[in-house]
Structure formats: structure tokens, C-alpha cells
């Protein structure tokens, strides 16, 4: 991502975030609006009403697309310029999630290998060398490569027939390299 390209998600993020507090607060505004015609202009509650009910969801899809916009930029290391991708990256490795992704990786390998996907069992080794080091807090893990983690374990990767083994050992080798420190491979 080039540093026009984060500028202009930067804007496109302010843009989203003052959508979704005007609407809301238009909204809000035409729903004790509505409240107050109930008394004074009953044949107006309706219109409010239903003006209120367009801007709250108005309000809502923009919140919706920051957020989805901010998850996609989380994949790209230039993109946390940004306060927004920043904070949803440290999230995404902050330790409490690490713990959480480490889980996820334990109940994908605890399945025999009879049984278990054969990506999966293909990958059983870089895959449990992921979890220990997500294990060990006193690894730096690199924000975009825990978004990368997260996408590829919540969003179907580990499972996708589409993925052959090698391109999911290769994700995950990205993926490692996203520790910093004192790793020590095995």
C-alpha cells in the first residue's frame, strides 16, 4: 500500500466515521421528533418514524463498511499508519487473542490424522510450532500476521478444498515470520 493509498483510506475512514455519527445523531434526533408528535402532530409520527428507522440503518451500514475497510487494511503492514488499523491490529495480538488462536490451532490438530483434513495434517507440524510460539508472550507477533491468522483460521482457510497444502504451509510460513525475538524454530 503506497502512502497516497493510506492517505486516501484514512479519508474514506474519517468520511465513513462522521456518516455514521451524523446519521445516528439525525436519527436519534427524528426519533424524539416522533416521540413528541405522538402529543403534538400525531399524523407526523409515522414519516419520523420511518425517517428515523432509514438514517439508524443509514448509520449502521457505514459503521459496518469502516469496520470491514479497517479489517482489510489490517493485512498490510503500511496500512497501520492509520490510528484505526493500528488498534485493530494490537487487538488482534494482543495476548488475550493469542491465547484464543492458540486454542483454535490446539482443537484443529487434536484431530487424528485419520480423520483430520489432509492440509491440515500435512501442516501438523507448522501448525503446532505456531501455537507454541503464540503461546509464549514474550514473542512480539507482528499485528498483520496475527490478522492473517485469524482470516485463515475463522474465515475457512485451514479447511478450504481450494487450498492445496502447500499454499496454506506457505500462509503459515508468512505467518511465522511474523514473530519476532528470540524464536528459536524446531
Not at 113 to 121: F, G, L, M, Q
Not at 171 to 184: H, N, S
Request: with cysteine; aromatic share 4%.
Amino acid at each position: 500500500m503506497s502512502a497516497r493509498d493510506v492517505e486516501q483510506l484514512g479519508r474514506k475512514l474519517r468520511d465513513l466515521y462522521e456518516r455514521t455519527i451524523g446519521e445516528l445523531a439525525l436519527a436519534a434526533v427524528a426519533f424524539v421528533l416522533a416521540l413528541l408528535a405522538t402529543e403534538l402532530q400525531p399524523d407526523l409520527v409515522l414519516p419520523l418514524l420511518a425517517g428515523a428507522l432509514g438514517l439508524t440503518v443509514l448509520g449502521i451500514v457505514a459503521f459496518v463498511r469502516g469496520h470491514l475497510l479497517v479489517e482489510d487494511a489490517a493485512l498490510d503492514r503500511d496500512a497501520y499508519l492509520l490510528p484505526e488499523v493500528r488498534r485493530f491490529g494490537e487487538r488482534a495480538a494482543s495476548p488475550g487473542h493469542r491465547r484464543e488462536l492458540a486454542a483454535w490451532i490446539r482443537r484443529a490438530v487434536a484431530v487424528s490424522p485419520e480423520i483430520a483434513s489432509p492440509r491440515v495434517d500435512e501442516n501438523r507440524a507448522a501448525l503446532e510450532e505456531l501455537r507454541d510460539d503464540l503461546e509464549r508472550p514474550e514473542l512480539a507477533f507482528e499485528p498483520s500476521c496475527a490478522v492473517a491468522l485469524e482470516r485463515l483460521l475463522h474465515d475457512g482457510g485451514l479447511y478450504d478444498a481450494g487450498l492445496p497444502a502447500d499454499q496454506l504451509r506457505s500462509r503459515l510460513t508468512q505467518i511465522l515470520a511474523g514473530f519476532g525475538g528470540d524464536r528459536v524454530t524446531g
